[in-house]
């Protein structure tokens, strides 16, 4: 159902090399003001642009993204892979909702909310 979610950003380049590190997919589509980050056009994507009124990029209140870890151990390596990467901590790994929801938080460099997480 998900074809891809949008985050608007201050710094292209950077965008792409944070989101493409943190993933392990390559851009598959490069606009210029807006690239695609997955494995195909035809699987869910990350988006990354600089918004189209050309003013600055504001997070969401509420807005977060999250993202499959695979597991645990996955989600702790995808937290400490996009602060190694310049994200802030917005929550240290850990269990959320006891056995059945485990979950990493972290805002990107222009502060998008993103969640690691494994349901058990």
Known sequence: MLGYVTLGV?????AKEFYT?????DVV????RIAFIGESMGKPMVAV???YDEGDPTP???TMVALRGGSQEGCDAMYDRAIELG???DGKPG??????FYGAYVRDPDGNKLCFYDFS
């Open 49 to 51: 642009c600089v918004p």
């Open 21 to 25: 590190k943190l993933t392990g997919h």
């Open 29 to 32: 589509f490069d606009g210029g």
């Open 60 to 62: 969401g209140n509420g």
């Open 95 to 100: 269990s959320r909702i006891p056995g059945q």
């Open 10 to 14: 201050t710094d292209m380049a950077k």
């Open 87 to 89: 994200a802030t901590c």
